[in-house]
């Protein structure tokens, strides 16, 4: 007769699983009422000790984990390249562009600031997050490999395309002239981009990846017996304690309407889980779609592995604030601080919303996940029975034959 577990262990065990949610809430809390800690050129100078040393464990971790002909085969996977950047860079800005659009025409009294349309505007044109994709696409059982490669495709594209792209798609109106019109330098914009590339992606991926090919077997051990991977979802919890810290610090969100700071919050939500369900009907889509779609011998859309539709579903709807403030900042430097500072708001609360978002969503993989495996394994077992009552029937039929007529 099994012993019940106590009702106070059930507790501590649920609160204990959901220590990311916690963490998070911990982490704005922080930054809420100690801003100068976390902020860029803060206490701890997170733009050096965060975007540098935990983005760099990160792709450590990545490097370590990954096989080496995992990551070469996700990087010739041009349909899954295809599928990703398109709908960060075409299908994102033209669906972010035609909700600016109809505000407009509906607002007339401007009581969504300006520089939040115009800061939705360039969220909408800045590559795929560099840290979190990998971490939430490794938690929820998909390909992690995937989800690096988009990474490294996208934010070695956005530089060259996020500041004519989204300097084209501002609306024509004169409101808006005052960002059209600012041509910043983006010199040390590059520099500063390539340089944490280099030192906090690329460097600590070969080095991981080094050490994999080295000694294979001994570090997917240690990887699996001391769960290193947990320290992704550590350094991604900094990265939004960086992020709400500089957020606060600027006054940015302090300085909003209330209409202005409801619309933000509530629309990135909005945005990211419809474009989760976009990037989920792409990567799996109906077979009469896909019937419909094939041109001769070249099929335009079928289904991706669901392992890939993980990272896809992942990397397609979020956004980068690694790229996207020294961007925006680099692109407007004439601008007054406080303008910059509302423009980067969608930037700051989109990527947060998205860490916050895409965590529910991690438990809904791992069930949707649980669940085809389950029901592959059923229809083994159908298929198992099958050649086993089949090879009865021979029996019988064999036992049969032998009898004398």
């Known amino acids: 007769m099994s012993i019940s577990e106590p009702q106070w262990k059930r507790i501590v065990r649920f609160i204990i699983a959901q220590w990311m949610i916690i963490g998070i809430g911990v982490a704005c809390l922080l930054a809420y009422f100690f801003p100068n800690v976390a902020k860029h ?59 600016v659009q109809a505000i407009i025409t509906g ?40 989800a ?23 609306p024509s109106s004169k409101e808006f002239d005052v960002w059209r019109n600012q041509d910043g330098d983006l010199t040390g ?33 240690v990887i699996r017996k001391y769960k290193i991977a947990k320290l992704g979802s550590a350094c991604m919890l900094l990265m939004i304690w960086t992020t709400f810290s ?16 409801v619309f933000v919050v509530l629309f990135n939500i909005a945005l990211y889980i419809f474009l989760t369900a976009v990037c989920f009907s792409l ?38 604030t690694a790229l996207g403030i020294p961007l925006l900042y680099a692109m407007w430097t004439p601008l007054d601080l406080f303008i910059k500072a509302r423009t980067s708001v969608p930037v700051l609360l989109y990527t947060t919303e998205q860490l916050f978002v895409a965590h529910f969503f991690v438990h809904a993989f791992r069930r949707w996940t649980r669940r085809l495996e389950g029901r592959r394994g059923r229809e083994e077992e159908t298929v198992g029975d099958g050649v086993e009552m089949t090879d009865h029937q021979s029996a019988s039929l064999s036992v049969g034959e032998s009898e004398p007529k």
Not at 121 to 134: E, G, H, L, M, R
Not at 247 to 254: E, N, S
């Open 283 to 320: 990567a799996r889509p109906p077979q009469s779609f896909c019937r419909w779609t094939t041109i001769g011998r070249w099929q335009l859309f079928k289904d991706i592995p669901p392992v890939e539709t993980i990272a896809v579903c992942f990397c397609g709807p979020a956004k980068s």
């Open 189 to 221: 914009m590059y520099r500063d981009v390539f340089k944490q590339l280099g030192l906090a992606v690329l460097i600590p991926l070969a080095v991981g990846q080094l050490v994999r090919f080295l000694w294979s077997e001994r570090t997917a051990h």
């Open 246 to 261: 500089s957020c606060f610090a600027t006054g940015a969100l302090q300085g909003l309407s209330t209409e202005s700071l």
């Open 107 to 146: 607002d007339k009294d401007a009581r969504i600031d300006r520089a939040v349309l115009a800061g939705y505007v360039f969220t909408a044109c800045i590559p795929t997050t560099i840290a979190s994709n990998v971490v939430m696409t490794r938690s929820a059982g998909g390909d992690d490999a995937a």
């Open 41 to 99: 050129g803060g206490t701890i100078h997170s733009e050096y000790t965060v975007l540098y040393g935990a983005v760099a464990i990160v792709f450590l971790v990545s490097g370590l984990s990954i096989p080496q002909e995992k990551l070469v085969r996700q990087l010739f996977n041009w349909r899954l390249h295809l599928l990703v950047q398109i709908t960060s860079f075409l299908f994102i800005p033209a669906l972010v562009l035609a909700v």
């Open 148 to 170: 690096l490669a988009e990474v490294l495709i996208a934010n070695l594209l956005g530089p060259f395309v996020t500041a004519g792209w989204t300097v084209t798609l501002l």
